[in-house]
């Protein structure tokens, strides 16, 4: 594959290693780190693909650290959600191909940046309580059209369960439950779409071991930290990585 050097090869391990960090100590961002990092040396459509797999591993690891019950209770609990997620999700994976890099990085970047940082700014999103089955599947509906065209779903999923204030071991492994049964649903999407192919699926299933090792550190680091503190770090996680998204799709254009 030409895409692929040894020097792109070993940022791409060192991106995978800190995504998974991450994503250990909030729950959720390893694949926007991904998109974000190896999107700056190679194609975001091979971006996409290298992305796939460690998503996959490292969700269903997260999904199921409690236990398959509490799994499975998270999965029911937030059923309307996921199916409104994938439907869509199987549908927007076909826009990859038509739609421009520079869009694609826009598309996620800009309500990422405006949801983190009017919450952090004490204008969080406030939803009703409970949500209400319109509402999770309207949520749902815009994850699953950010995860179709990116690999990315994470945003509408945090700002869902951060609205309702989840506690935050709930809050992560629900994080794990979406994502994971998401991921799924994003193999056989990216399958059918061409982007995992035999160039791409080695190379995902290679970026699977350093974010791996990453997520244990950030599992040992979130133990340790508190709800309020957990949840400012997940609004930083989403404001950074929402405007690198955006000042790289404006320099492109």
């Given at each position: 594959m030409d895409t692929l050097t040894l020097s792109i090869a070993a940022f791409a391990f060192a991106v995978a290693a800190f995504a998974g960090l991450v994503k250990g100590v909030v729950g959720f961002a390893l694949p926007m780190v991904l998109i974000s990092g190896l999107g700056s040396v190679v194609p975001p459509d091979v971006a996409l693909a290298w992305l796939i797999i460690p998503t996959l591993i490292g969700n269903l690891?997260?999904?199921?650290?409690?236990g398959t019950g509490a799994a499975v209770a998270s999965l029911w609990r937030f059923r309307r959600f996921l199916l409104a997620t994938f439907a869509v999700m199987l549908l927007a994976a076909q826009l990859v191909q038509f739609l421009p890099g520079n869009s694609?990085?826009?598309?996620?970047?800009?309500?990422m940046t405006a949801y983190a940082a009017a919450t952090l700014a004490g204008r969080p999103l406030r939803l009703p309580q409970p949500p209400g089955p319109g509402i999770e599947t309207g949520m749902g509906v815009v994850?699953?059209?950010?995860?179709?065209?990116?690999?990315?779903?994470?945003?509408?999923?945090v700002a869902l369960l951060t609205a309702l204030d989840i506690e935050k071991?709930?809050?992560v492994r629900v994080q794990g439950v979406v994502y994971g049964t998401g991921a799924l649903v994003l193999v056989g999407a990216h399958l059918g779409s061409g982007a995992l192919n035999t160039d791409t699926l080695p190379v995902s299933a290679a970026l699977t071991v350093p974010a791996l090792l990453g997520m244990w550190a950030g599992f040992r680091i979130q133990d340790r930290i508190n709800h309020a503190t957990f949840r400012r770090l997940t609004l930083l996680v989403l404001l950074l990585a929402g405007l690198n998204l955006v000042r790289r799709g404006l320099v492109g254009l």
């Open positions: 690891w997260q999904a199921l650290r409690q694609m990085l826009l598309i996620i970047g800009v309500p994850a699953g059209f950010f995860g179709g065209i990116s690999g990315i779903w994470g945003p509408p999923t071991t709930e809050h």
